[in-house]
């Protein structure tokens, strides 16, 4: 997915190496708002960080996934992207992470929107999936606002910290895009 803008002021980047300092920071800030939904939060250092920053690269240059760093008015605010493009199945999920001070203002709708977009229209793909804690109700009306129809709980099926976590699964359709 090539850089762009999604509105006036909120562009995605490729993630590198100028986005390690900027997303540890937010971590480090916000560690425990984002560690009740994310189970890599918790013990990221940011060594971690730079090593998923190289898995990215990896996954891009592989085919096999793209993820973005948001920036907001020239600020990193968070991240959203696409993992584990299965070409054959003409599949891939999405999922995304936001600093706090960016929520409730449609940023992740409408990156979210804008990779399902491009993974339909360009990329050619059947399905984009999306998965959420039932808790997470913010997360859950990403896929809600945006029509992904809710295909079911999957039962303790993550583990954040000392919690298994249900999620819900949503999917979109190629042929049933934009609803």
């Not at 100028?18 to 189970?39: C, F, K, N, Q, S």
């Not at 992207?81 to 995304?96: K, L």
């Amino acid at each position: 997915m090539p850089e762009f803008a999604l509105r006036d002021g909120v562009e995605l980047h490729r993630i590198d190496e100028t986005h390690v300092d900027p997303l540890y920071g937010i971590v480090i800030a916000e560690r425990a708002r984002l560690a009740r939904w994310l189970p890599w939060v918790q013990g990221s250092t940011r060594e971690d960080i730079r090593e998923y920053v190289q898995h990215t690269r990896q996954q891009n240059e592989s085919g096999q996934g793209v993820q973005t760093a948001i920036v907001v008015d020239g600020r990193v605010a968070g991240v959203i992207g696409v993992h584990g493009i299965s070409w054959p199945n003409q599949s891939t999920s999405i999922g995304y992470w936001l600093s706090e001070l960016y929520e409730g203002r449609g940023i992740i709708t409408d990156g979210v929107r804008a990779y399902t977009d491009h993974a339909f229209r360009s990329w050619k793909l059947n399905r984009m999936e999306l998965r959420a804690a039932v808790e997470n109700r913010r997360s859950r009306a990403v896929a809600e606002r945006l029509g992904f129809t809710r295909e079911g709980v999957l039962r303790q099926a993550e583990r954040v910290g000392n919690r298994c976590l249900d999620l819900v699964v949503y999917s979109a359709l190629a042929d049933e895009w934009p609803r």
